[in-house]
């Protein structure tokens, strides 16, 4: 089956893609594309999996970036093709590059994907984004990190690709209390559910800390990963349904 990539006209002069589950090896709970290392997924579907996701970016398997992800605001700077940047060893949950041939990979299952670029610098971006990175200031790290290799911020567009939406994210009151603690403002991106409980709004978070961060441009896909379940995976939807396990998105960028 052929894999499915959603891609934004922002990102224009990069070769991009959010991938949904659409095409993949893998079967059970995580039919489909699941390109997380971590599951428990059989680890030569993953490996099937990650092959196909390399040959649509363009890249031999070896130039698919990817970090272990934290959920942490720490950034990877890649400036060369060398194995111990690109395989995942390093804790950060974002990665930047200016070098070609590279392609930078995000997982996610219900956390925000972002993709940056400043094509005319020749250099990208990509962030895992859940509330804590984002709280955090990740994307905002993300975006220092581009002007470090010569971006500018007038000339950065990011991408949120899919990610669990608001009406699917209902929270206690801890966690509306840890954004509001922080900054009264953030009560905006709640609405209220039911009792003592929060419906919170990922996607508008995300989009505000890159409007912030003064950027070109900044968009979200619109794809909930919560409520659709034939084209995406999501963790909460897995815990819901009291699965073992859940299968992981990925989502890439590299320069044209």
Not at 74 to 88: A, E, N, R
Not at 144 to 170: F, K, T
Request: net charge negative; charged share 20%.
């Amino acid at each position: 089956m052929t894999l499915e990539m959603l891609t934004s006209a922002l990102l224009s002069g990069t070769h991009h893609g959010f991938f949904t589950r659409k095409g993949g090896a893998s079967s059970g709970i995580f039919t489909g594309l699941n390109c997380g290392t971590g599951s428990t997924d059989q680890t030569e579907a993953v490996a099937i999996n990650r092959g196909r996701v390399a040959k649509a970016m363009g890249v031999e398997d070896t130039r698919l970036a990817r970090v272990h992800q934290v959920h942490s605001a720490d950034v990877l700077t890649i400036d060369s093709h060398d194995s111990d940047q690109i395989h995942g060893d390093v804790r950060a949950d974002a990665m930047v590059t200016d070098v070609p041939g590279i392609a930078l990979s995000i997982l996610t299952a219900d956390c925000q994907p972002v993709l940056f670029a400043d094509p005319e610098a020749g250099v990208i971006g990509a962030a895992h984004a859940g509330w804590r990175g984002t709280l955090d200031g990740v994307l905002s790290a993300t975006i220092d990190a581009m002007v470090a290799l010569g971006a500018e911020r007038s000339r950065i567009n990011a991408v949120i690709g899919p990610c669990i939406s608001q009406s699917a994210y209902e929270v206690g009151p801890e966690f509306y209390d840890s954004f509001v603690s922080r900054d009264s403002n953030s009560a905006m991106f709640f609405k209220p559910g039911q009792g003592d409980r929060h419906l919170f709004d990922l996607p508008a978070f995300g989009l505000n800390s890159l409007r912030q961060a003064g950027i070109a441009a900044a968009t979200w896909t619109h794809h909930c990963t919560y409520s659709d379940e034939e084209r995406f995976f999501s963790y909460r939807r897995a815990t819901h349904q009291k699965e073992a396990d859940y299968g992981r998105l990925i989502s890439c960028i590299r320069l044209s």
